[in-house]
């Protein structure tokens, strides 16, 4: 005898699709467990992108330009981050333009490595830090413009201060 679970007059067909809970003594489908299961996890994920998207914002545009023009020739270390991206750069400034830029660290996710190398040929392209991001890599492309930014602020420090 089952202890009145489960009754001999029960179709043995639906038993694959029928779980008795011995503790509560209720009967419910896989189904019905599937559907909960789905909606816990659906949760779960919507209150993961909230807190990531709360503690990680997009690191804003500066505006105002660096004149690389005023800038003398020498390579200058740049760096930047916004959580959870961080760069250092060094920039090549030679005859007033921007000629290289090194990435000497990157720290970003692996859809945020897709700005490593097209963001400095933007940037040298342009002869600009601000040039658009990455579809998929804004932050890390951001974070890579800032560093350039401040080489190139840095760079405008150490020609200003020159004799």
Not at 51 to 75: F, Q, Y
Request: hydrophobic share 45%.
């Amino acid at each position: 005898m089952s202890r009145g679970i489960l009754t001999p007059k029960v179709n043995t067909a639906s038993l694959d699709r029928l779980h008795v809970d011995s503790r509560s003594r209720s009967r419910f489908s896989l189904a019905g467990r599937a559907l909960g299961s789905l909606r816990r996890a659906r949760a779960f994920l919507l209150v993961t992108i909230v807190l990531l998207n709360a503690t990680c914002a997009i690191a804003p545009l500066r505006k105002e330009p660096v004149d690389i023009s005023r800038i003398l020739d020498g390579v200058y270390a740049g760096r930047a981050s916004s959580w959870p991206n961080e760069a250092e750069v060094q920039v090549t400034v030679r005859e007033g333009r921007m000629t290289g830029i090194e990435l000497v660290r990157h720290r970003a996710s692996w859809i945020g490595r897709r700005a490593e190398s097209a963001i400095p040929l933007r940037i040298i392209e342009k002869q600009s830090a601000d040039v658009d991001a990455v579809t998929g890599a804004t932050n890390s492309s951001r974070v890579i413009m800032h560093a350039v930014y401040d080489a190139l602020e840095q760079a405008v420090r150490k020609s200003v201060d020159a004799p």
